[in-house]
């Protein structure tokens, strides 16, 4: 009976002595699993960091585009009111209606 109590109490040591259980090992490749895959989600999810440089990057890019825009916007609201009845510029009307209309006066000459 001590021969088989001391066998049993050497596999156990035996066991413990060649590494951890296999419980032990699955919980570990689980929690790098998770780990990998949340770092993962972090860079290059929908809310990561690439993502969030592609938008900062798009949001330059369109307030580049906005002040473009606002500078045309006042340059046509200039040239409107220009032309106004309140206000008009003969010059600016004479300039209109050369490239527009394609007129000219009686004293000038065109040459191709």
Do not use: C, H, W
Request: charge should be positive; avoid cysteine; charged fraction near 25%.
């Amino acid at each position: 009976m001590r021969q088989k109590a001391q066998i049993r109490s050497m596999s156990r040591t035996a066991r413990r002595a060649a590494g951890p259980s296999f419980g032990v090992l699955v919980y570990l490749a689980l929690a790098f699993a998770l780990g990998v895959y949340f770092t993962f989600a972090a860079v290059q999810g929908d809310f990561g960091l690439f993502r969030r440089v592609e938008v900062s990057a798009k949001a330059q890019a369109l307030k580049v585009d906005l002040a473009r825009l606002e500078g045309q916007i006042a340059a046509m609201e200039n040239l409107t009111r220009r032309m106004s009845d309140d206000f008009l510029d003969l010059d600016l009307l004479d300039q209109q209606a050369r490239s527009i209309l394609g007129l000219l006066r009686s004293d000038e000459i065109v040459l191709r």
